[in-house]
Nanobody, 112 residues
Framework: QVQLVESGGGLVQPGGSLRLSCAAS????????MSWYRQAPGKEREWVAQ???????NYAESVKGRFTISRDNAKNTMFLQMNSLKPEDTAVYYC??????WGQGTQVTVSS
């Protein structure tokens, strides 16, 4: 079955960086569109970024220029490099396969 496992979250000061990982299994990762979402306390889950099987990417306006999505098809892993983090980036970040599958989420907290 589809399994998505996020890691790399944590507490970071404003302006800092984190790199999230999503380890995938149970499907053909290399041919799958993959996305990152996030959900802040009291808010709806929102789309952050996506990357196609060919490596074409798109970002939400709120993270454009600060976040970078990438993938390693040989390792069945997707990444989200987050730089210049802001307190409003605080959320649980989820890995998502649009054809079906969500990870359990990893908490990112940006605070001084």
């Amino acid at each position: 079955q589809v399994q998505l496992v996020e890691s790399g979250g944590g507490l970071v000061q404003p302006g800092g960086s984190l790199r999230l990982s999503c380890a995938a299994s149970g499907f053909t990762f290399s041919s799958s569109l993959m996305s990152w979402y996030r959900q802040a306390p009291g808010k709806e889950r929102e789309w952050v970024a996506q990357i196609t099987s060919a490596g074409v990417y798109n970002y939400a306006e709120s993270v454009k220029g600060r976040f970078t999505i990438s993938r390693d098809n040989a390792k069945n892993t997707m990444f989200l490099q987050m730089n210049s983090l802001k307190p409003e980036d605080t959320a649980v970040y989820y890995c998502h396969r649009p054809l079906g599958g969500w990870g359990q989420g990893t908490q990112v907290t940006v605070s001084s």
